[in-house]
Nanobody, 123 residues
Framework: QVQLVESGGGSVQAGGSLRLSCAASGSFNKINVMGWYRQAPGQQRELVATITSSDSPLYADSVKGRFTISRDNAKNTVYLQMNSLKFEDTAVYYC?????????????????WGQGTQVTVSS
């Protein structure tokens, strides 16, 4: 069984910073891409940032220059450093990971999601 556990959400004033963490645990052979998505009330879930196993990042235009994604492969953890936060960054943030999982007979690829962590930015 694979789990992604997020931490680091909270409330902050506009212009402030938060750092999110997401640790993967369970029976898997490899983690490929890890990423962060967010979902504001009444909105669809949207990509925030992703990072490959070779540390190549990709960002949504709305967060470029403000957010930084990183990962620690030894700890199976992905981070999202969020600076210069804006009111419109308020959302539930979800991490995900594309993994090669240990199957009963053969390994297989699967995507897993964390439970989400609330980020609230007050203007």
């Amino acid at each position: 069984q694979v789990q992604l556990v997020e931490s680091g959400g909270g409330s902050v004033q506009a212009g402030g910073s938060l750092r999110l963490s997401c640790a993967a645990s369970g029976s898997f052979n490899k983690i490929n891409v890890m990423g962060w998505y967010r979902q504001a009330p009444g909105q669809q879930r949207e990509l925030v940032a992703t990072i490959t196993s070779s540390d190549s990042p990709l960002y949504a235009d709305s967060v470029k220059g403000r957010f930084t994604i990183s990962r620690d492969n030894a700890k199976n953890t992905v981070y999202l450093q969020m600076n210069s936060l804006k009111f419109e960054d308020t959302a539930v943030y979800y991490c995900n990971a594309d993994m090669v999982v240990r199957g009963i007979l053969v390994p297989y690829e699967a995507r897993y999601w964390g439970q989400g962590t609330q980020v609230t930015v007050s203007s």
